[in-house]
Nanobody, 125 residues
Framework: QVQLVESGGGLVQAGGSLRVSCAAS????????MGWFRQAPGKEREFVAA????????LYGDSVKGRCTISRDNVKNTLYLQMDNLKPEDTAVYFC??????????????????WGQGTQVTVSS
C-alpha cells in the first residue's frame, strides 16, 4: 500500500524555523519526483516546492522562495522541507506528494499521484 506520512509540524513564532518530513513507502520512491503543497482553511491548495527524482533539480513557489529548502534521501525514502524565517501567512496544513511526471515543471496538484495526510504548521505573530 502506498503511504506518505508527514511529520514535524507544530507551533513556531514568526521568524523561526521548522523542518517537516515525509516518510514514503509502497512505491519506488527514487523514481518519483516529490513535492510539497500547503492549504489553509477556505483557500486553494498552494504549491510550495518540488524536487526531481535524483534531487538535482528543485522548484519553489514565489511565496516561499528564499525561505524554504526541499531535499530528499533516496536511501531512507524520506522527503524534507526546511522552512526558515517563517511568517504568519505560512500557517497551513502541509502535504507531501509523489509525481510520476517526467518533466521539470511540477507546480500543479494534478501532476501528483500520491498524497499524504498533511501536518499542521502554525506560525504565531
Amino acid at each position: 500500500q502506498v503511504q506518505l506520512v508527514e511529520s514535524g509540524g507544530g507551533l513556531v513564532q514568526a521568524g523561526g524555523s521548522l523542518r517537516v518530513s515525509c516518510a514514503a513507502s509502497g512505491f519506488t520512491f527514487k523514481n518519483y519526483a516529490m513535492g510539497w503543497f500547503r492549504q489553509a482553511p477556505g483557500k486553494e491548495r498552494e504549491f510550495v516546492a518540488a524536487i526531481s527524482w535524483s534531487g538535482t533539480n528543485t522548484l519553489y513557489g514565489d511565496s516561499v522562495k528564499g525561505r524554504c529548502t526541499i531535499s530528499r534521501d533516496n536511501v531512507k525514502n524520506t522527503l524534507y522541507l526546511q522552512m526558515d524565517n517563517l511568517k504568519p501567512e505560512d500557517t497551513a496544513v502541509y502535504f507531501c506528494a509523489a509525481s510520476g511526471y517526467s518533466g521539470s515543471y511540477l507546480p500543479s496538484p494534478s501532476l501528483y499521484d500520491y498524497w499524504g495526510q498533511g501536518t499542521q504548521v502554525t506560525v504565531s505573530s
